[in-house]
C-alpha cells in the first residue's frame, strides 16, 4: 500500500532501515551458519583380524581417519601374510575410503558404512601382482572410556587384474583412538 510522504515525516525511512537491519542480520546470520567451521574429528585405529579367503589368515593393519558431522573419510594400510601350504596368497592393501556414520553415537555405538579404492599387491610363492581394488563395507565404534573406542569392520574386495583371489573378505577388531 502507497502511502504519501509528508515533508519532515521519517516513518517510511526508519521502517525501511529496520526491514533492511532485519535482512542484514538474517543474511550475516545464514553466512555464518555456512561458513562456520563444523566441529571435526580424527582418529587412528590398530587393528587385528581374519582374511577369510581362501582360509582362515591374521591381517593387520592401521587406518587414520577424519569426518565432519556425517561424513568423514581415511587411509588404510593392510597386510596378510602368505600361507604356501593351504595356497593362500600374502595381501597388502592401501585404501582410501569415504564414510557415512551415524552422527553421535547411540547407546555407545556408532555405526557407519564405508567404500573405497586404491591399490593392493598380492604374492604367492614367486608370483606377484600389483593393480588396484576397490572395497565396501561397514561397522560399529564402541565407546570404552573417554576418547578410547572398540572398533569392528568387516569389507569385501575387488581386486582388479589378475590376482588369484579377486573377491577376498575381511573382519577385524581394533582399538581406535579419537581425538
Known sequence: ???KRVKGDRTGYAEGMRLLSSRRLGAMA??????AP??????VTGFIGTNRTPSN???????????LLVAGFEVEY???GEDLLKGAPQLRTV?????AQTPFPIAGLQFYATAGGGIYRETFDLQQETNVGINVGGGVKMSLAGPLRLRFDYRVFTLRGSALYPRPQRFYAGLNLKF
Open 1 to 3: 500500500m502507497y502511502r
Open 30 to 35: 545464514l553466512a555464518a551458519a555456512v561458513l
Open 38 to 43: 563444523a566441529s571435526a574429528a580424527a582418529d
Open 57 to 67: 589368515r591374521m591381517v593387520k593393519g592401521l587406518a587414520v581417519g577424519a569426518g
Open 78 to 80: 593392510a597386510n596378510t
Open 95 to 99: 585404501m582410501f575410503n569415504g564414510l
